[in-house]
Every structure is written in structure tokens, then in C-alpha cells.
């Protein structure tokens, strides 16, 4: 059975560092691509980046390049998000999904999410 | 990119059929068949509904179908049930590896 589990709730102050993750489990982790999805409070899906962990090729979204890194750990099928200096507008509900199929913008696997907050 | 174009909201009567469209440009939707859907009910994790345009995942009801047309497609949902009410996304991929989300649909079911 194919399962993304990601770490768990995260409370943060503006300027902190933060890393979170997803674990796969169930298939071959290094043969897709893993992505990350924002969704802030009461909003819509944003789409962040992905990475292939087989050899971590990584593409961000325009509106997210340069705010957050997107890196994997094939030896222990974990991708991983991570900003190096919060700020409050970073709370959001976080999810990681396996992108496959033609194209590969087929997300039929997705973490349970990630609540990230940041509040001073 | 900007986000794809769908409608904040859209409503039916139990048992009738609406549809959801997700308009984009001739850089996302109008140049790949790759538009994918999305079910999201309130504190749970999006749920694919639809893929490569018009396939659905196993498991999936045959009321939920997908098409496109030019720059724009389309979510239709058949014989509306009250377990439907929840948020709709649409998902293409555009450009150099990047994916783009539509704002989202709430659909109301009356």
C-alpha cells in the first residue's frame, strides 16, 4: 500500500528555521516525483515544487523559488520542506503528494498535511 | 504563472448535474491533456477525482467526468449527492515542470 506520512504539527516564531517531511512507503520511493502543496487558512492548493529523489532534480514554482527548499533522502524515503526564516504569512496547512502518470501531474497519493504555524 | 480560472462557487439540486470549469492559457490547459481534478472536504487532504484530462481512478463514481476545450476544461458532476458538497481543484501542468491549481470551486448541494 502506498502511504506519504508527514511529520507532525509545528508551532514556530518569525525568524525561526524549520524543516518538515514526508515518508514514503509502499513503492519505489526514487522513481517518482514527490511535490509539495501549500494551502493557507481558508484558501486554495498552491502548487510548490517537486523533486525526483532518485537524483533530486528539483523544480520550484515561481512563487516559491528562493523562499523554501524542497531536498529528499533516498537512503530513507524521506522528501523534506524547509524555510530558513519564517515569517507569519508561512502558516498554512502543508501537503507532500507523488506525482506520476503522463506528465506526472497525476497527485493520486497524498500526506495527511503538515500544519505549520507561525506566530510571535 | 498565474492560478487557473475557476469559479468561487456553484450550486445544484440533489440529483442534477452542474459543471466546474478551469480556465488557463495556451501555455497550461490549451497545450497539454494533463488538467487533473481535486475533491478537498473540509480538514481532509485532497482527493484525486480525475486525471490526463477525462480518466477517472479506480474506485471513483462514474458520475464524476472530465473534458476540454481549447484553453478551458471542465469538471461535470452527475446526479448530484449531498456527499459531494466539498471544494473542487483543478491542476495543470504548465511550462518547464511547473504545475498550476485553479483557485477552487465550492459546491453546494441543495
Known amino acids: 500500500e502506498v502511504q506519504l506520512v508527514q511529520s507532525g504539527a509545528e508551532v514556530k516564531k518569525p525568524g525561526e528555521s524549520l524543516k518538515i517531511s514526508c515518508k514514503g512507503s509502499?513503492?519505489?520511493?526514487?522513481?517518482?516525483?514527490i511535490g509539495w502543496v501549500r494551502q493557507m487558512p481558508g484558501k486554495g492548493l498552491e502548487w510548490m515544487g517537486i523533486i525526483y529523489p532518485g537524483d533530486s532534480v528539483t523544480t520550484y514554482s515561481p512563487t516559491f523559488q528562493g523562499q523554501v527548499t524542497i531536498s529528499a533522502d533516498k537512503s530513507i524515503s524521506t522528501a523534506y520542506l524547509q524555510w530558513s526564516s519564517l515569517k507569519a504569512s508561512d502558516t498554512a496547512m502543508f501537503y507532500c503528494?507523488?506525482?506520476?502518470?503522463?506528465?506526472?501531474?497525476?497527485?493520486?497519493?497524498w500526506g495527511q498535511g503538515t500544519l505549520v504555524t507561525v506566530s510571535s | 504563472q498565474s492560478a487557473l480560472t475557476q469559479p468561487a462557487s456553484v450550486s445544484g439540486s440533489h440529483g442534477q448535474s452542474i459543471t466546474i470549469s478551469c480556465t488557463g492559457t495556451?501555455?497550461?490547459?490549451?497545450?497539454?491533456?494533463?488538467v487533473s481534478w481535486y475533491q478537498q472536504h473540509p480538514g481532509k487532504a485532497p482527493k484525486l477525482i480525475i486525471y490526463?484530462?477525462?480518466k477517472r481512478p479506480s474506485g471513483v463514481s462514474n458520475r464524476f467526468s472530465g473534458s476540454k476545450s481549447g484553453n478551458t476544461a471542465s469538471l461535470t458532476i452527475s446526479g448530484l449527492q449531498a456527499e459531494d458538497e466539498a471544494d473542487y481543484y483543478c491542476c495543470s501542468y504548465a511550462n518547464s515542470n511547473i504545475r498550476i491549481f485553479g483557485g477552487g470551486t465550492k459546491l453546494t448541494v441543495l
Open positions: 503528494a507523488r506525482h506520476e502518470g503522463d506528465g506526472y501531474n497525476t497527485l493520486e497519493y
Open positions: 509502499g513503492y519505489s520511493f526514487t522513481n517518482y516525483w
Open positions: 495556451n501555455s497550461d490547459v490549451g497545450s497539454y491533456n494533463l
Open positions: 490526463e484530462g477525462s
